[in-house]
């Protein structure tokens, strides 16, 4: 019997239409906007003959006439006035240049963090807690204020304003215009990888905004109950599956003990028993033999899947620290395209539904803001240090608690089912996955915020015959130069 958060009253079970997927599968790579990778897919459109339809990307790529939202100008944010150089911190002021949403080059760039004070800033310079309608005019500000770390070479935050397209990202562009896609999909709040990662299998951080262990107010594990007991209770089979490349874990075999220490359901109580529990419920991805790999060809994967971000391979797509190891963006894509083609090509294919998405934005630039949305708990935060945004006595506005979700990020479904060449435009955070697995399975919801969201059923054609036979993408390509040092 499912496990009845409280409050919440049990899903009904799955009508025939999802309950032709077997096999949630979802996948959370690192530090990506909407905007900065999938912005140009309507130019990707125009150049591969694809139809248009409604998509709101980066707006320099839209039609001059025809379907909406249509053309105009390259969006900007306000830069660094030239006369205050590095080392002193970006001064925005009437002398501020322009700059433009321009085309990256290298595929490597500099990282810019999303923490929860850069967020709020990117929300408005001069109103970060939201009591006005949101500027999205901070970007370049917060990516030069990181950039002044030394050894970052951008230290003006250009590289917030910059974006991929279907020549960098070509498996991504494809699947994304051949299967269903979203413009409307957002992280769930406003701060970086850790909080919201935990809203991905727990639908809540319990009032965390930074990693556990920051400071004495976020020390302990979250209590709250996550998405994998839910299954364990409904008998409904599950797996973690963690690349141990780079990891220190030794294997194979490999210590479940281990492997949990790339999985951030550790970050909640019942996740710390899992080796003890449930060890056969975590297991191997992206290794030669894979428990993963091993699990398609036995007919053998679980109902419900998730793949964590193999970010000790460099793998993840997150933006570089350094200079000594920089992260490949079209690396860590090639190896995402290699899981998919892998389930594409086994017997589990018929009957499965992949999701990709992005665990927050990175503090790259996206020209929406974030979507009004329910508290799933009414915890406020409770780790902010003193003088961190929405810290009294400046701490009542729209933006001070878990009411609004963090940025868009990319989206991509893919399933026999999928519909093709699909966009929603229902704005959902990516606990909607979780409400995925909630409608499909007959499960509760686990708190107010997963219980809100759509069920995902609208990127699914039931009625259609499926795709049994998948398109062939494209090898991802690889090559594009890898530089730090300049842009773009």
Known sequence: MALLASGQSSTPTASQGLGQINHIIFMVQENRSFDHYFGALRQYWAQNAYPDVSFDGLPQFNPKTGIPPLHHPAPTNPGCDPAFPAPNDCTIDSQSPKIKSFKLLTQCSENTSPSWNESHVDWGLNDPTGNLPAQLNGFVYTAAHDGRIIGYHDKRGRRAMGYYNGSDLNYYYFMASNFATSDRWFSPVMTRTHPNREYLIGATSQGYVYPIGSNSHDSQPLTATTIFQELQAANITWKIYVNPTNSGCSGPPYAPSCLLESSYVKQFQWGQTIPTNFPNNIGTIGIPNSDFDNDLKNRTLPQVVQIEPASNAGLDEHPSNSDLAPSRTQFGAAYVASIINSIMASSSWKDSAFILTYDEGGALYDHLSPAATVSPDGIRPKDLFQGDICTPPNDSGPTCDFKYTGYRVPLIVIS?????????????????????????????????????????????????????????????STNAPCYLNKLP
């Not at 089912?417 to 499960?443: N, W």
């Not at 919801?445 to 795709?467: C, G």
């Open 416 to 476: 026999p089912f999928a519909k093709k060449h699909y966009v929603s435009h229902t704005p959902a955070d990516y606990t909607a996955i979780l409400k995925l697995i909630e409608t499909r399975f007959g499960l509760s919801s686990l708190t107010q915020r997963d219980s809100a969201q759509m069920d995902m059923s609208e990127f699914f054609n039931f009625t259609a015959p499926p795709w049994v036979t998948p398109p062939t993408p494209p090898v991802q």
